[in-house]
T-cell receptor, first 117, second 115 residues
Framework: AQSVTQLDSQVPVFEEAPVELRCNYS??????LFWYVQYPNQGLQLLLK??????LVKGINGFEAEFNKSQTSFHLRKPSVHISDTAEYFC???????????????FGQGTTLQVKP | KAGVTQTPRYLIKTRGQQVTLSCSPI?????VSWYQQTPGQGLQFLFE???????NKGNFPGRFSGRQFSNSRSEMNVSTLELGDSALYLC??????????????FGPGTRLTVL
């Protein structure tokens, strides 16, 4: 089975400061990794995903994440945040193998990013 | 392309009733997944349908069921509602063909309140 742990439930940060949202996963098999963002009263939007290849993945809105297999981590970073980045962020995994696991994302509990002026 | 749409956006029901939620995927997508989001349990996978067949199922009781139509639209049904079923129900669509690599696109959700 897979599990995802987001190490911080809330991260307050001032506008234009850098931020890191931490995500660790546990799995006995290879996984694909995702970061989603959820704005109030909206569904989830994909920020970025790691499938294979370069461990540094760039996404939308200036976000990037680094896959570290040895530490089973996939931390999300942004060098300078804006007020509009205030939202809830979810890390998720899905198994690599076969179509039987398509469509099933395992999510972490979420991290609320609060950007202050 | 139009995004994933879910109807209704809000629902209020009483315990013991049943409810049906609808999801229309992005045109061309054949996979629809359903998730339950609550403050306590977070986002939990309910089930996934692909070409009218349930391909994946989470750990929810049999009161939760779903189906998919030939046009890929999907419905989920919850029977004998309990207070704990109050949640945001999200559906997501994808091509369903890429073995987990394709992106799931989420709808805005249906907020179900059980009184």
């Amino acid at each position: 089975a897979q599990s995802v742990t987001q190490l911080d439930s809330q991260v307050p940060v001032f506008e234009e400061a850098p931020v890191e949202l931490r995500c660790n996963y546990s799995s006995s098999v290879s996984v694909y990794l995702f970061w989603y963002v959820q704005y109030p009263n909206q569904g989830l939007q994909l920020l970025l995903k790691y499938l294979s290849g370069s461990t540094l993945v760039k996404g939308i809105n200036g976000f990037e994440a680094e896959f570290n297999k040895s530490q089973t981590s996939f931390h999300l970073r942004k060098p300078s945040v804006h007020i509009s980045d205030t939202a809830e962020y979810f890390c998720a995994v899905t198994r690599v193998h076969g179509s039987s696991n398509t469509g099933k994302l395992i999510f972490g509990q979420g991290t609320t990013l609060q950007v202050k002026p | 392309k139009a995004g994933v749409t879910q109807t209704p956006r809000y629902l209020i029901k009483t315990r013991g009733q049943q409810v049906t939620l609808s999801c229309s995927p992005i045109s061309g997508h054949r996979s629809v997944s359903w998730y339950q989001q609550t403050p306590g349990q977070g986002l939990q996978f309910l089930f996934e349908y692909f070409s009218e067949t349930q391909r994946n199922k989470g750990n929810f009781p049999g009161r939760f069921s779903g189906r998919q139509f030939s046009n890929s639209r999907s419905e989920m049904n919850v029977s004998t509602l309990e207070l704990g079923d109050s949640a945001l129900y999200l559906c997501a669509s994808s091509s369903g063909l890429a073995g987990g690599t394709d992106t799931q696109y989420f709808g805005p959700g249906t907020r179900l309140t059980v009184l």
